[in-house]
């Protein structure tokens, strides 16, 4: 198995098996857009799940409960605030934790003290905290301020790197659909959003960005002297970069999806950690988005941004001329050239193909003789049949 795959990458990279993902570029936006279409009305529906760090509260955690039941924490919530619904989630074994809206120090001293008999544990067992609305608005403030300054270095940094802005902005087109992917499933779970899923957003972002610009990378290396020959198109180039890499970025996404599934697994369901389950939860998703963005997006936002430039425009068009058979000279020459095949054959006509001795001799013939033509310079096995006769003078008397 592992030699079968080792020679469809060594194929893919010597350009003997090429599978299109330039080619059917469109295929590829088609089903990225039903796929965000789909995510977003679904996280619409159900509507996102902040965290009390973004909105403010009082939270309660519990520990050393005999029995994880949500319902005894729901019903001494209610009786402490009628019109609220608590968020109770598991942690771990034998933890509860409980966050409501913002209470004051007598409020959380009285519900602190009503959840201890409710799950029957000593008060100390219960550890409470309180986040205020300027602490949250100002976490949201700051990721927000971080996510556009990482967007705008990168893209900076991007352009310098291939010195060409179009490759950033194919870059981060890419980004941005993992991005919405990432979200879009993760409102879609449920989830809650933490400062720990926005960690899991920038790394996704840095992992994402990394990929792509090993492809274009490879871009880069290809389209060195692409107008130098008339073989292969931009486009080609660029779709043999995305398949020479594609077992490289396989391979590397396998790699990193080991480990933070296990950490997933271990964190959603045998520990309850909310933490771990959010980074994992993003990273997840993220690193999957990526890679598919990175093979089947990327290379086809580039090619799709590039294409109508001066230069590449002409060289494709010659590309695709020479392979139907036709005359892939440049404009210029192709006018000269015909004019010359075309000039007419006359008397005035062009001895461009002649050598310029040839020519010489034969315009003092024609001074000299009047009658003969150009042609006659040229020698014998050169000259055309004539149909005409010409007149000879008839030999003197006496010779």
């Not at 007598?106 to 008999?117: F, I, Q, V």
């Amino acid at each position: 198995m592992s030699a079968t795959f080792a020679r469809f990458g060594n194929d893919l990279h010597a350009g003997r098996r090429i599978i299109p993902l330039v080619a059917r570029r469109r295929t590829w936006y088609l089903l990225s857009v039903i796929g965000i279409v789909l995510l977003v009305g679904l996280a619409a529906l159900r509507g996102p799940n902040l965290g009390i760090e973004f909105t403010g509260g009082s939270e309660f955690q519990v520990a050393g409960v005999a029995d994880t039941e949500q319902s005894s924490a729901r019903d001494v919530v209610r009786e402490h605030l009628p019109d609220h619904e608590p968020k109770i989630t598991v942690l771990g074994q034998d933890t509860l934790r409980v966050q409501t809206e913002q209470l004051d120090s007598t409020e959380t001293a009285a519900l602190a003290e009503d959840l201890a008999g409710a799950y029957d544990v000593p008060p100390e067992s219960i550890s409470t905290s309180y986040i205020g609305p300027v602490w949250s608005g100002d976490v949201t403030e700051k990721m927000l301020r971080g996510v556009i300054v990482f967007l705008v270095l990168v893209a900076g940094m991007m352009a310098l790197y291939f010195r060409n802005l179009k490759a950033s902005m194919a870059a981060l087109g890419a980004l941005l659909h993992d991005m919405v992917i990432t979200a879009g499933i993760y409102l879609v779970v449920g989830f809650e959003i933490t400062p720990g899923t926005v960690i899991g957003f920038l790394t996704v972002m840095g992992y994402s960005l990394y990929d792509t610009i090993v492809v274009f990378d490879k871009v880069r290396e290809n389209t060195v002297g692409l107008t130098r020959q008339r073989r292969t198109t931009y486009a080609d180039q660029v779709q043999l970069a995305a398949n020479q890499t594609l077992v490289r970025s396989i391979n590397t996404s396998v790699v990193a999806l080991l480990p933070i599934g296990s950490i997933l697994a271990i964190g959603a369901f045998l520990l309850g950690a909310g933490t771990l389950k959010d980074i994992s939860l993003a990273l997840f998703i993220g690193i999957i988005a990526g890679t598919y963005s990175s093979i089947f997006l990327a290379p086809g936002f580039l090619v799709d941004l590039r294409r109508r430039e001066p230069e590449i425009s002409e060289h494709t068009e010659q590309v695709l001329r020479a392979r139907r058979g036709e005359d892939a000279a440049p404009p210029a020459a192709r006018r000269a050239r015909t004019t010359l095949e075309e000039a007419p054959e006359d008397g005035s006509e062009s001895r461009a193909d002649e050598p310029e001795a040839e020519r010489t001799a034969t315009e003092a013939d024609d001074a000299a003789e009047g009658e003969e033509t150009a042609e006659a310079a040229r020698p014998e096995r050169d000259q055309p049949r004539r149909t005409t006769g010409r007149r000879r003078t008839a030999p003197e008397q006496g010779h």
